[in-house]
């Protein structure tokens, strides 16, 4: 079956606007059953600029992509028929650089002050925040694709690590995170998170890469409304505009990384070339100095002769 690249934020965001699909793909992600969603995409806008030929001196702005993130506010369900609601923020990312856009975004989360809820004492409570970030680049964990970080209690007097779960301080003031390092999920299917998972698998593009080609048999019967979303997302024209556009826009950003590279590498090279100037004139000084004392003893024996022959001729007198 051809279904459409979920690496593209376009393809991403249309899969995450079905209600069910978003439902299905954050449970299994975090291993937690979503009952409800309530959430928002949160978007910006990439203008590429235009030369106006109307007027030389001025520019206008032409749309050229828009990329997204996700904030949710999911009910999960709990033990015992209880449920709790938790601040979701899932990222797509496909440079390093993007890693202080992910620490601004988690910022305003915490600042946030509609992630609350009403308390069994009426007092407002801060939402657990839970972050997801899907990666298209490895942050050093070779041979592990989807990995979870969770803030961990431990007396740091015997080293005994203490159950957080449920704990108010430790959940309002830690967030919890599942990290998504798409180069590792290569054809691997462990269990049903990496089938899932690899929409992602860039092993399964065809020659087009806008399309990849999966076995919807592959995948558990839970998770195929994702793939048949996709199946969608492949058909549609506009879709398929936009992530050609995607294309575009990643290229720049390519050839600018490497444009900056080269001019890093350039600079290092003058910078190298100053340095090794400045250690030549530093020994040139050091020879001037060293000559200039020997002038200046030779000076002193010579005013010493001088001294000695001025006294010569008068005792001679």
């Excluded at 376009?10 to 299905?24: C, G, H, L, R, Y």
Aim: with cysteine; net charge negative.
């Amino acid at each position: 079956m051809y279904i459409a690249n979920p690496i593209y934020d376009v393809v991403f965001k249309f899969m995450m606007e079905d209600e069910k699909v978003a439902k299905s793909f954050l449970s299994a992600i975090i291993g937690e059953e979503v009952l409800e969603l309530d959430f928002s995409t949160q978007e910006h806008t990439v203008y590429k600029p235009v030369k106006d030929a109307n007027k030389e001196k001025e520019e206008k702005k032409e749309l050229f992509l828009t990329v997204c993130r996700f904030d949710f506010s999911a009910k999960i369900s709990l033990p015992g028929g209880k449920f709790k609601t938790v601040a979701v923020e899932l990222q797509k990312a496909k440079m390093p650089s993007d890693i202080m856009r992910f620490r601004r975004y988690l910022g305003l989360h915490y600042k946030n002050s509609d992630n609350t809820y009403d308390g069994d004492d009426g007092e407002k409570k801060a939402r657990q925040i839970y972050c997801i970030f899907l990666l298209g680049y490895d942050i050093g964990f070779p041979g592990h694709p989807v990995l979870q970080s969770d803030s961990q209690v431990k007396d740091v007097t015997t080293r005994e690590y203490l159950s957080a779960s449920g704990n108010e301080f430790v959940e309002s003031l830690h967030h919890r995170s599942w990290i998504v390092q798409i180069d590792q999920l290569k054809q691997r299917r462990r269990n049903d998170i990496e089938k899932l998972l690899s929409i992602f698998d860039q092993d399964n593009r065809t020659q087009d890469h806008h399309i990849m080609n999966v076995n919807e048999n592959d995948f558990p019967e839970i998770y195929r409304p994702i793939i048949r979303r996709l199946r969608m997302a492949c058909l549609d024209e506009q879709i398929q505009i936009e992530m050609e556009m995607e294309d575009d826009y990643l290229k720049e950003l390519q050839d600018r990384d490497r444009s900056l590279a080269a001019k890093d590498k350039t600079i290092e090279e003058q910078d190298k070339v100053i340095e090794e100037q400045g250690k030549e004139l530093e020994e040139k000084d050091k020879t001037i100095e060293e000559d200039k004392k020997v002038i200046a003893e030779q000076n002193k024996e010579l005013e010493e002769l001088r001294k000695q022959l001025a006294k010569f001729k008068n005792d001679n007198n």
